[in-house]
């Protein structure tokens, strides 16, 4: 019913910049919650940042400072921009979003973001 799709995902090296946007297609009338997850391999996957419906943020520590997550209602996307990247940060990232009140999720197929000099 819900389809998320990834891009913006890339090599980039320790300090620069990316910016990642997930685009959302299908039948749906209210979300409850959107968020960006990653995860690195034989790693679990993490919770990076989140917006509930109502505009409130959180953040994981270990971005917090660094990254920002947005959304554009009018074009149906939810954005993370990413600065001051980390070698650390190295993971398959992936948006997350949540329908209505009885919070049904959907997962968009990732995107590869590679920090390395």
């Known amino acids: 019913q819900v389809q998320l799709v990834e891009s913006g995902g890339g090599l980039v090296q320790p300090g620069g910049s990316l910016r990642l946007s997930c685009a959302a297609s299908?039948?749906?009338?209210?979300?409850?919650?959107v968020a960006w997850y990653r995860q690195a391999p034989g790693k679990q996957r993490d919770l990076v940042a989140s917006?509930?419906?109502?505009?409130?943020?959180n953040y994981a520590d270990s971005v917090k400072g660094r990254f920002i997550i947005s959304r554009d209602n009018a074009r149906k996307t939810v954005s993370l921009q990413m600065n001051s990247l980390k070698p650390e940060d190295t993971a398959v990232y992936y948006c997350?979003?949540?329908?209505?009140?009885?919070?049904?999720?959907?997962w968009g197929q990732g995107t590869q973001v590679t920090v390395s000099s």
């Open positions: 299908g039948s749906f009338f209210s979300i409850y919650a």
């Open positions: 917006m509930t419906s109502s505009g409130g943020t």
């Open positions: 997350n979003v949540e329908i209505g009140t009885s919070r049904i999720g959907y």
